[in-house]
């Protein structure tokens, strides 16, 4: 049977409480439809990029499913009924992946810098080094243009 990995987002005013009935539901789906769910995360309620269906937040949870795709479209079916899902995404895996995924892994300070180095991200003094001036000091005030003489400013 093919591997799917399917994440769905459900709007924040519903509890922690009704997203565990909801995976439940989605989950009996699959199964009825002769597939298993190997994996169910739930990776709480995160802030959106934008607004979708005006919220702001949701609650993510994500599923690695090995099931017929008609398994798989008659869940996708269900949600699009549901007006608590606000978004969700299937995509067909080669293989799907052991252990907790990359939004529950917990890293380290040092590990997300993989230069070694810190502090130099380029922020508001250009990424030099403690904030150090440019080399050769500061550029000259740019001049206004009420500060350029007539002949000139043609």
Known sequence: MPLYEHVY???????????ETMTEQLKSVIE???????????????????RIKKNRKAHFSLFNIDAPA?????????????E????FITIRM???EEGPSAMLQKRDRDDRDDRGERGFGGGRFGGRPGGAPRPGGDRP?????????AEEAV
Do not use: C, F, H
């Open 9 to 19: 987002l459900a709007r924040q005013d519903v509890t922690a409480q009704q997203v």
């Open 94 to 96: 080669d293989e799907l």
């Open 70 to 82: 008609a398994a798989v479209a008659e869940m996708e079916r269900q949600m699009r009924i549901n």
């Open 84 to 87: 608590d899902i606000i978004r």
């Open 141 to 149: 005030p740019r001049p206004r243009r009420d500060d350029v003489p």
């Open 32 to 50: 009825a439809g002769g597939g298993k769910v190997e994996k169910v995360e739930y990776w709480g309620v995160k802030s959106l990029a934008y």
